[in-house]
């Protein structure tokens, strides 16, 4: 299977959401990364067919996806950024409500919402009305139903959004255990749920993608590296605004902090192995 982005485009009015994105996606498992406004959304609504390109188009196997319809839309699954539950339907009505929106047989639907109600661990609230759900729950009901075709292409929009970080853990596990003939692209601005389970990540910032490929081979393009170092407390403002700074932990006297940094950000800085997180907050620290 083969999904190609060729040359895509979206402008609303004035505003650019995505330029001149290529790529070609074959089984695997996608991270679509990027800081809000950068353009995921407007992309994965193209991919999905919800949003018109301005320009270019998808291809899966070479033919052109508005073109094959239902056919294109049968291999789909989607968990849209904000997902619109029935607030008086229980879980279990809710999968049965959207399969019948897919056109799954009632006897397959029965037994698909019983198997994925269990993979997403809410078997045990199947017949709770979806409003009295926690966000997480809510969300892990949104991907349920995003499995009920049981998709070949699976595309999901801020999937982690709202789960605390036991479910975000049970996530990760759920879909990097998903079987391997696949494509999966998960869109998110959090890099630890994408870090170790993507095949490739592509890098999105202000509708294009800037970097493209697996997170090992991206890490290598932290422009100089991660520095660990102490910064007495009277010295931190100024420190703070001069460094691109990681993560800072305050001691007694002293911030601990991990700093991405060309070059020794201070006397007795350490030098560390850069992160994903450190290229991250590299190409999107003046954003945040
Ligand atoms: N319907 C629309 N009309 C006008 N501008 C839009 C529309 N949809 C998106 N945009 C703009 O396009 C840009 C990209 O938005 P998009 O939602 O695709 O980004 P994103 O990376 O998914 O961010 P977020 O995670 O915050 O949704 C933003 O500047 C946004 O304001």
Redesign the pocket.
């Known amino acids: 299977m083969k999904l190609e982005l060729e040359r895509l485009s979206?402008q609303?009015?004035n505003?650019?959401?995505?330029e001149d994105v290529s790529t070609v996606l074959t089984e695997g498992i996608y991270g679509?990364l990027?800081?809000?406004?950068?353009?995921?959304?407007?992309?994965?609504?193209m991919i999905c067919g919800i949003?018109e390109p301005t320009a270019g188009e998808v291809k899966l196997d070479g033919k052109n996806t508005i073109s094959m319809g239902e056919d294109f839309r049968d291999l789909l699954g989607y968990l849209p950024?904000e997902f619109g539950y029935t607030p008086g339907f229980t879980a279990k009505d809710f999968m049965l409500y959207i399969s019948s929106i897919k056109g799954l047989e009632p006897r397959f639907a029965r037994k698909r919402t019983e198997e994925l109600l269990r993979l997403v661990n809410l078997e045990d609230e199947a017949n709770h009305k979806v409003r009295t759900f926690s966000g997480g729950m809510k969300r892990r009901l949104g991907i349920a139903q995003a499995l009920l075709n049981d998709p070949r292409i699976l595309i999901l929009?801020?999937p982690t959004a709202g789960l605390d970080p036991k479910e975000r853990v049970y996530f990760r596990n759920l879909i990097s255990g998903m079987s391997r003939d696949r494509i999966i692209i998960i869109?998110t601005?959090i890099v630890s749920d994408i870090e170790y389970i993507s095949d490739r990540i592509l890098v999105?910032k202000k509708?294009r993608f800037i970097l493209d490929g697996p997170a090992e081979e991206l890490v290598r393009e932290v422009d100089g590296g991660g520095w660990e170092c102490a910064v007495p407390r009277k010295e931190w403002p100024e420190f703070e605004q001069e460094q691109c700074i990681v993560n800072a932990h305050n001691r007694d006297h002293v911030v601990e902090a991990r700093v991405v940094s060309r070059k020794m950000p201070r006397e007795g800085a350490r030098m560390v192995e850069p992160t994903l997180e450190d290229l991250y907050l590299e190409y999107f620290g003046d954003e945040l």
């Open positions: 979206k609303f009015k505003k650019i959401a995505v679509f990027g800081a809000n406004g950068a353009g995921k959304t407007t992309l994965i609504q949003v950024q929009d801020e869109s601005h999105m509708g």
